[in-house]
């Protein structure tokens, strides 16, 4: 029946989110931390149609632009003959078509670039997969309604699957770190940590991502990466190389020996770590603040000569870790890190704390009011 139909896809939907909620959570509760970068826009109509393109240079491109099309003609024959005598159905169906539609043809000229409209594009397709199979099964029977919808839902997503992966070069599927990643993470787990900050390229397209895995297992403080975080207002601290390096959303070879130094001293940086050649040559040039160290594998290794701490403000011995923050010896009054302010931190003992902008950063730093002179303190992370 019709109202249980309605019930059975409300249910299906709170499943979804319920099982979704472990990244749906902290996804809502950063939800400013958004960018109108032009990370994953929309590309228009055209791009949901010819996204795998009949000229697409594979057979799996081809083999998926032919099997997109016969489903979208199916599904079209098939919604149409729901509005003759499955009217709610319809509705329902041609709802969510008009969504899909809105969503990665339009959204990004409708100011909603932050919801990424291309990852819209496979989720659309299922729906069309489905509405496909249940037409092809009404008029060849019952039996096979559901063994042509599985088998629908399975073939078009791997075709789907394979030419986004193909277009998209995501991070290859592997359970194995790369040579040039093991060799690195031996590297800092043998004596290669450094105090301070290492500033790492953001080396990620084609490879595994392990810049937070190497955080959580060498307790290295980095900035850097992921590059999987451009979306992010953070993607300030991106350090992106290749033929034209970028960091601080400026190019590199832009910076002037003072101005540069003056970002390193901001975030506490020490080491520098780059595999891209043209990055290496530019920071070459920085010989006044930089020395060239022994290369660690594929990595080319600089040393910022001189060190700034880790306060803008105030003095004190800092020891971090993941969600947590030591101070120890702290001085009495104002005290400014050189960490990036979240709204789940607080201080044990508690103490006032807000965020404070340093330079072009548009995440804000760590500022305590220690008046009441508090010799240890305690930045922890509570979580949403």
Not at 5 to 15: E, M, N, P, Y
Not at 129 to 134: E, N, P, T
Not at 371 to 380: F, P, T
Request: aromatic residues 16%; proline residues 5%; neutral net charge.
């Amino acid at each position: 029946p019709p109202r249980w139909f309605h019930v059975q896809c409300l249910l299906t939907a709170a499943l979804v989110v319920a099982g979704s909620w472990g990244w749906l959570e902290p996804t809502l509760g950063f939800w400013s931390w958004n960018s109108t970068t032009d990370y994953l826009n929309g590309f228009g109509l055209n791009r949901l149609f010819g996204f795998f393109g009949f000229w697409g240079p594979t057979w799996m491109e081809k083999a998926c632009s032919l099997f997109n099309l016969l489903m979208g003609i199916v599904a079209a024959v098939g919604v149409r003959r729901m509005w003759r005598n499955q009217k709610s159905e319809a509705a329902f169906f041609s709802l969510w078509l008009i969504f899909f539609l809105f969503i990665v043809g339009f959204a990004d000229k409708a100011g909603m670039k932050s919801i990424h409209p291309y990852r819209y594009i496979m989720p659309f397709w299922m729906l069309i997969y489905g509405l496909a199979s249940f037409e092809i099964s009404r008029r060849l029977g019952d039996t096979l309604r559901i063994p042509l919808a599985i088998l629908a839902v399975l073939f078009g997503g791997a075709l789907t699957f394979g030419a986004v992966r193909g277009e998209a070069y995501c991070p290859r599927l592997t359970n194995q770190w790369p040579e040039f990643q093991k060799e690195f993470i031996r590297y800092l787990e043998t004596g290669g940590k450094v105090p301070g900050r290492m500033l790492m390229e953001c080396r990620e397209l084609g490879d595994p991502h392990y810049m937070e895995y190497l955080a959580f297992r060498t307790h290295q403080q980095f900035l850097g990466g992921p590059f999987g975080a451009y979306f992010l207002i953070s993607k300030f601290t991106l350090f992106v190389t290749g033929t034209r390096p970028v960091i601080f959303e400026r190019f590199l070879k832009d910076f002037d020996e003072k101005e540069f130094k003056d970002y390193l001293d901001l975030y506490n940086v020490s080491r520098i770590a780059v595999t891209s050649s043209q990055a290496a040559d530019l920071l070459r040039k920085f010989n006044g603040i930089l020395i060239e160290s022994p290369s660690v594998g594929s990595y080319r290794m600089f040393q910022v000569k001189e060190l700034s701490g880790w306060f803008v403000q105030g003095t004190g011995d800092v020891d971090a870790e993941l969600d947590r923050i030591r101070i120890h010896g702290a001085s009495p009054g104002m005290l400014v890190l050189k960490y990036h302010w979240i709204s789940t931190l607080k201080t044990v003992p508690s103490l006032p704390m807000k965020p404070v902008h340093l330079k072009d950063d548009p995440v804000p730093f760590i500022q305590i009011d220690n008046d009441s002179g508090a010799k240890d303190i305690e930045i922890l992370n509570e979580g949403l």
